[in-house]
């Protein structure tokens, strides 16, 4: 199996002109492309916008990439807070409940009829 890049970028001769473009690779058959720039007059132009472009580009993804990991962390630390809060009421639950369990319900006094 050959090693690929996931990003890189490619130069297109359209007629007079030459386009660069940033392209992922989805699959091991499909190339996406993620940005274009068209109407460069030479090969090294198009050349020279797709290095740039692709590390400006891959510097954004890896900042990206750190905000939304970051946002996980707090929304998987909130998460596990609620579990925890909910996990001590359900035990403050079940105590209250076997305490009550010793209740006699024979030994209540509801009183007469003609007091409710």
């Keep these: ?14 007629k007079e002109t030459w386009t660069g473009q ?3 690779r989805q699959s091991a058959r499909k190339i996406v492309v993620s940005k274009t720039q068209k109407g460069f007059a030479t090969e090294a132009e198009a050349t020279a916008w797709g290095e740039t472009e692709l590390k400006s580009f891959l510097e954004n993804l890896v900042k990206r990439n750190e905000r939304k ?12 807070e609620k579990e925890l ?4 009421w ?8 076997e ?13 007469s009829d003609a007091e409710r």
């Design 1 to 14: 199996m050959t090693q690929t890049k996931k990003y890189d970028f490619r130069v297109v001769q359209d």
């Design 22 to 24: 940033i392209t992922r």
């Design 69 to 80: 990991a970051k946002a996980r962390e707090e929304r998987n630390k909130a998460a596990d």
């Design 85 to 88: 809060a909910a996990d001590a």
């Design 90 to 97: 359900r035990s403050a639950r079940d105590e209250r409940s």
């Design 99 to 111: 305490s009550n369990s010793d209740f006699d319900e024979d030994n209540l006094d509801y009183g």
